[in-house]
């Protein structure tokens, strides 16, 4: 398989804020980087002087990111079935940042499948320490996934949604961080070509929709999602229905908690990447998630199944040419 | 032992912005929580209907929070032994929120420990779990404890760091959130008294200091807290130093990422709760959690030495009255 076949779709699309060098790697914007000894990638526990990551990870195509590490390990043993890749005999999948407790990583062929847990915070640690260490891998092109669940705005339970646009609670579609006492924004742009590709791998025979809109991304489950079932509330059940019709006309079709960053640091970085979710319910019908766990468990697994296609579809690809 | 004698203290101290019921226990501002015949704490893997909470939970005093499960795996252990507790013959610990793949949950004897991921929206959401579950559970006077890591600021690695005020990377002691639209704006209020009955069980003999100060809770590890080492990095080592020393000048001794809305809830239900964190390294003496694993692992029990020494002399008094 070729390791560079990937990138002839990358170079279709614009490049990232800080640019993009023609050989295929992406950039990050920091000049400390070059001048450290050693980098340790204290959350994922790994570091550059115990750790070959040329070898371990220099074959990396696609990084695929969901909330908890259960949902993440099952991804990973469900694309070695769909990519037909078979482990050595007398082994078996390890989660590959175990020593760190904070994250689980595991790794199928071009594939790493990470857990990010809940929140702009957690996911955006996750991204800095990935994204250094894909660039120390000097892997070319990678194309970035989350992998998770939403509340449906006027989406019913179990579809899919594929974020377009990344807004947060105020609607700025910029995420935006103090840094040393001032705020730094940034924009949160999704590919808006690799929406299209993940939408050509729809299957057609699927029972239920895929979707696409804007993304609220909120730092709150309870209050910042308008849900009347908090610690508090202070607000009425007409209040509630008035501000999800109003994000519903605005375009907005789910509420999640990773969107924002997700969208602005790859960008920032010019890495392709994508938020495919899966709805647990639809807000305007409710707050409390009660759908019965095996069939969250069911829709769980499509976006899952979405993404695998692609990435088997891409990697077939770069076997054909 | 007197289910209702840690209350005395309580009563001395003020009540949160909800005001508090006469009887001790604590006050949730939301009507909405009335009129449910059933609520799902979904990321604690819990609802009404199907556990009894009173039964489960009735006898709980205090709640430990920490960020990793590991660690409150841990913790749930030390205090086993700490408070003298034997589990029946045949029996072991289990992490009660195992089937929400979100948080993990110890209980031994009066006292919770749980974990609760990275940053201030993962805290938020146990938060309003943890709150609603103490109210059905018709927990009186409940004591909050963090134990977490943080980044010292002019605090040598290994100390412990009690947090006596929150403020953000703005230097804003408000938590802030929108909700429907709109930000909302709550003090982060840390018990004062609870501090210093904290820094009355410091053990004299400790080789390693324990200090008190503003705590700066940032949204990110990376830029967010002044490293050079992130993915991105705009600022240089020169910028980076001026601002940690002038945090350091206006009484910031640490970082860390969940002080603020751990203040902010608890303070509005009337909860006392404090942040008490072991510094993994000092920040103006570099960036990376390069310390060895097993230190910083010594590291990690200071903060459970102290809560665990605080909760043991507080049952104590309760069995003595």
Known sequence: MDRTCV??????????????????????????????????????????????????????????????????????????????????????????????????????GPVLSISHGMGVPSIGILLHEIMKLLKYAKVKDPVLFRIGTCGGIGVEGGTIVISEDAVDGLGSSYFQVPVLGKIVRRPAVFDKELIEELKDCVDPKDSYKTVTGITLCADDFYEGQGRLDGAFCDYTEAEKMEYLHKLKDQGVVNFEMEALVFAALTHHAGIRAADVCVACLDRLKGDQVNTPKDVLYEWQKRPQKLVASYIKKQLEKCECS
Do not use: W
């Not at 550059?48 to 990870?57: I, L």
């Not at 993440?72 to 940042?97: N, Q, R």
């Open 7 to 108: 990138k002839n779709n990358r170079n279709k699309t614009k490049s990232g804020e800080n640019g993009e060098k023609r050989d295929g790697t992406f950039h990050l914007q920091n000049p400390h980087l070059e001048r450290m000894d050693e980098d340790v990638l204290y959350h994922l526990g790994l570091n550059t002087t115990s750790h070959n990551f040329v070898e371990m990870f220099g074959d990396v195509k696609f990084v695929c990111m969901g909330g908890t590490a259960n949902r993440m390990e099952t991804f990973a043993y469900y694309l070695l079935d769909v990519l037909g890749l078979k482990l050595p005999t007398g082994t078996t999948l390890i989660d590959i940042s175990r020593n760190s407790h904070r994250y689980s990583m595991y790794k199928v």
